[in-house]
């Protein structure tokens, strides 16, 4: 692996703050925490001067002086948490916190036979070793200081397990709303899901905001751990108001001949940091990072991806798609590493946005790393804009222009958005694309679903 | 197949053809680096006032530098007050032709296969032979001059031609501009230096041979290229240097300057000594290249075949500053054994309709580590730019590693960025194929790697291209596992 470079040490804001605790925790999870509290001290929040975050400015963070309630009573929080389950559709659980804490009363959980829906807390009584040997395991904080921060700081989280060759049909959704208290929130939340040999779920990770206004924190870290054989279907969907600043961290460990497929939306947020890191543990591992995003406004949505082949005969796929407007700005920068060893790996990584604005701006870096011989590794980055030649083709059967460009702009990020199995959720997201484009492609999308209107 | 393996293996692990010190008498000044040796370097070059103070400058400003961290090699920490700044033959009469330079001088060049008189005579190249920081021959410069085309060492061109030294030294790269280019600016011993006038289409390939040779001391050249309105030149440079334990740092700058509708070709073949197989020795090539095409409709390309050094680490890069400018950049780097290879290119795109195309060939074997470390940017202004990149990496055996590095910034909605970058081996069925129809295994991966290349060699001159498919065979045919 390549060695990181020099850190500058940045400002180090929420050092005096510690989670309020329901009940006292074991030993081994205070140790944990302290050393990654010490660990947050050393690193701070990153400076520009950090290569990893040279295109995503945090220094906002430390200053707009975030606090953490204690509760999980969010006054707004009941409607945005209905209209995020209507994006699910029905589930086999769902599970609410708000701010970080866990809201019970939002939340609905069926049974499922070998699976376990928990709270962090329940899980810390009933599963404590189970919590000690996954914690961290798939997200390391050693070189990232707000997964640290999130180690140390979170009071609560969600934790699935999926016991052997369970299949989970339904999807559970993990429903993350920010804001809607006086003062700035920040929420560390966790999510950790565990999944025994043979076994399958779909998760959904929601990310919301209790209302357009709020400038709010969310510092999330996701864990996913697959045993031999088992596959995961992942959504991770990032809806937070303009103002919400969004630092997001999902962990992997593939094992043998498992297979985890992410879709990763980033449609909110002012600032949003997206980090997969996935870790192809064992022979014949598969693993799909796809993503779509869209900066409006003065918005930035930043996406690093690293896949680390550790094993042979692995697969990885990767598709990014952009789109940038206005003053927005976009970020890709996705790793492949391939170890010694590693033979017989394909990996194949492709990257491409749309800017729709000359104030837009775009910085990506798709990184190889290879150490093996025998491999098939490709990537490919395009930038460009819409294509003329289409457009005309479009103009010429009678299609006024604002809704040409919808349509290009709706099969340019299709691609990705068509690969969602979860049948409302696409519908959704796909509905949501001209919305938020709307003020550029003068055309708006009725509530009922039906085609794009125009002017 | 192991009997090919092994021949392969032999030919892989080869010594070094062209290590061999050349017994001359050298001038050298004391090890280290102060402002003193700065102004004896300045003083021996009998250098006007306005150099040394720029010089000075550079050294005043590379002792607030921090040596860079960010590349993908590694190796010990460089001492620089072990270094000797300054080595050149022992100045010799003024030479009117060849037969008065020195000829153990002459013998070197022959055993490099580049005899100077053949070349005049059979291929019509003016060879302006660097030997360690001194020019010591300089061929066909009255047929230059008529045309008005100035060709000379940078010594000369400091005393004959200042003002336009002055006009265009640091224009490209600043003093300022990195760790190494700096310390370059400081303590540059000697170089090239060519004008072509306006209008003037270089009638010949201008080509230096670049060549280390006393120990201990490191290689600061410098190279300043003009091309005036209209005007077209092809440069060749290139290298090899003898076998040494010690490492020899190499800090070279270039700079190229396209004017108005002018085009400039600039190509390179670096072999110098890589170190041995455990990795001891060999050199650390530090370079900073860069080109300008201030005017509108001008090009530069740069090929590069680089086979040799310990550590290379250049990036060729082009602003492409005036309208429909365009920029190219070919390259064909190999790492074999412990070589280590960082390099790419940087294209900026200012001005309107700007092209640049990247085309890298990597090739890795052994415990060779090779980077593709690449910036394209496309600023605000540049509407209609356009950028077209591919990357492709070749691994030779399971211990060496191929890695690319490619960073690309937008700000221009009507830009064209495409990005593409593959890594693959040599097939054992593509060598069976071969075998079948009678080449030797050896023969197969040459000609599976020169086919990989062909590309790049295709953008070489002629007289390189054949060196280059040698330097290959050479460095590089290796292991097929």
């Known amino acids: ?455 | 197949m192991s009997t090919a393996v092994t021949s392969i293996e032999e030919l892989a692990t080869q010594d070094y053809k062209y290590g061999f010190v050349t017994d001359i008498e050298q001038e050298t000044i004391p090890k280290g680096l102060s402002e003193d040796v700065i102004r004896v370097i300045s003083a021996k070059k009998n250098e006007p006032e306005w150099m040394l103070e720029w010089r000075l400058k550079a050294y005043r400003k590379w002792l607030t530098m921090e040596e860079p961290n960010w590349h993908n090699v590694h190796y010990p920490p460089i001492d620089y007050q072990e270094i000797i700044f300054y080595a050149a033959p022992k100045p010799q009469k003024k030479l009117n032709s060849l037969d008065e330079v020195d000829p153990e001088v002459l013998a070197t060049f022959n055993k490099l296969g580049i005899s100077l008189d053949e070349q005049m005579r059979l291929s019509g190249v003016a060879v302006d032979a660097v030997f360690d920081s001194v020019s010591v021959a300089t061929t066909f410069k009255d047929k230059l001059a008529e045309m008005g085309i100035i060709f000379c060492s940078f010594s000369e061109a400091v005393q004959n031609h200042p003002d336009l030294v002055r006009e265009y030294l640091g224009s490209v790269v600043p003093y300022s501009d990195n760790y190494f280019a700096t310390l370059n600016c400081a303590v540059f011993t000697d170089g090239s230096f060519c004008f072509v006038p306006k209008g003037v289409r270089c009638p010949m390939e201008l080509s230096t041979y670049f060549r280390i040779n006393a120990a201990n001391s490191g290689q600061f050249e410098r190279t300043l290229l003009i091309a005036d309105e209209g005007a077209t030149v092809s440069y060749l440079e290139g290298c090899t240097a003898p076998m040494r334990d010690e490492n020899q740092l190499h800090a070279a700058v270039v700079e190229l300057v396209a004017m108005k509708g002018a085009t400039i070709k600039y190509s390179t073949v670096q072999n110098w000594y890589p170190g041995d197989k455990n990795g001891k020795g060999g050199i650390y090539n530090f370079v900073t290249k860069r080109g300008k095409c201030a005017g509108d409709n001008s090009k530069i390309t740069w090929t590069q075949v680089e086979t040799g050094s310990a550590i290379t680490w250049k990036y060729p890069s082009c602003i492409l500053q005036g309208d429909n400018s365009v920029g190219e950049f070919y390259s064909v780097a190999v790492t074999n054994n412990m070589q280590q290879a960082d390099t790419g290119t940087k294209m900026i795109h200012l001005g309107k309709n700007t092209r640049s195309t990247i085309v890298s060939k990597g090739i890795s074997a052994g415990k060779g580590q090779n980077t593709y470390r690449g910036l394209v940017k496309i600023n605000r202004g540049a509407t209609g730019a356009r950028n077209y990149s591919q990357c492709d990496s070749l691994l030779i055996g399971d211990r060496c590693g191929a890695h690319t590095f490619p960073y690309i910034e937008v700000r221009n909605k009507t830009a064209t960025v495409e990005h593409e970058a593959s890594t693959s081996k040599i097939g054992e069925d593509q060598i069976f194929y071969c075998k079948q129809r009678g080449l030797s295994g050896e023969d197969a991966v040459n000609l599976i790697v020169n086919g990989f290349c062909k590309e790049v060699f295709r953008e070489l001159p002629m007289e390189f291209a054949v060196e280059a498919q040698k330097l290959l065979g050479v460095s590089l045919e290796g292991s097929v596992g």
Not at chain 1, 412 to 434: H, M, S, T, W
Request: charge should be negative; hydrophobic fraction near 40%; charged fraction near 20%.
């Open chain 1, 1 to 455: 692996m390549a060695t990181s470079t020099t850190r500058a040490a940045g400002p180090t804001p929420f050092l005096d703050y510690f989670p309020v605790l329901a009940q006292p925790e074991p030993a081994w999870l205070a140790e944990l925490r302290a050393v990654a509290r010490s660990r947050y001290a050393e690193l701070g929040i990153p400076t520009s001067s950090d290569e990893d975050w040279r295109f995503t400015p945090v220094g906002d963070i430390a200053t707009t002086g975030f606090t953490a309630s204690t509760d999980s009573s969010a006054p707004l929080a009941e409607g945005v948490t209905r209209s995020a389950g209507e994006l699910v559709g029905p589930s086999a659980a769902s599970l609410v916190f708000v701010n970080g804490h866990f809201a019970p009363a939002l939340s609905t959980r069926g049974v499922v036979p070998g699976v376990s829906v928990m709270t962090f807390a329940e899980a810390l009584a009933e599963r404590s070793d189970d919590l000690r040997n996954a914690l961290g395991r798939a997200a390391k904080f050693d070189n990232a200081s707000f997964t640290a921060l999130n180690a140390a700081a979170f009071s609560n989280g969600a934790v699935v397990f999926v016991g052997a060759s369970v299949e989970v049909k339904e999807p559970i959704h993990i429903v993350n709303v920010g804001g809607g208290e006086l003062q700035p929130q920040a929420a560390h939340t966790r999510a950790l899901v565990i999944l025994a040999k043979g076994a399958s779920a779909t998760v959904v990770e929601t990310f919301v905001s209790a209302n357009a206004e709020d400038v709010h924190l969310t510092n999330a870290v996701s864990e996913y751990v697959l045993g031999e054989g088992a596959s995961v279907d992942h959504y991770r969907v990032q809806l937070e108001n303009f103002e919400a600043y969004h630092i997001g961290t999902t962990g992997i460990v593939v094992g043998r001949d498992a297979n985890f497929r992410s879709h990763n939306v980033t449609f909110g947020g002012f600032l949003t940091r997206n980090d997969f890191t996935s870790l192809l543990d064992g022979d014949g591992g598969e693993c799909t990072l796809n993503g779509v995003y869209i900066a409006n406004g003065k918005r930035l949505v930043a996406n690093h991806t690293t896949i680390d082949h550790a094993r042979p005969h692995c697969n990885s796929h990767e598709v990014y798609k952009g789109i940038l407007d206005d003053r927005g700005r976009g970020v890709f920068n996705g790793k492949i590493f391939v170890r010694i060893d590693a033979q017989k790996t394909d990996a194949k990584q492709t990257n491409q946005t749309l800017l729709l604005s000359d104030d837009a701006q775009l910085n990506t870096k798709p990184q190889l790393e290879i150490f093996a011989d025998d491999v098939k590794c490709t990537h490919g980055a395009t930038v460009g804009q819409l294509s003329a030649d289409a457009l005309f083709y479009l103009r010429a059967r009678g299609i006024a222009e604002p809704e040409a460009r919808t349509i290009l702009v709706q099969a340019f990020i299709g691609d990705v958005l068509d690969r969602i199995r979860v049948e409302p959720l696409r519908a959704a997201l796909g509905a949501k694309v001209p919305e938020l484009l709307a003020f550029k492609t003068g055309c708006e999308i009725p509530l009922d679903g039906g085609p794009p209107q125009c002017r």
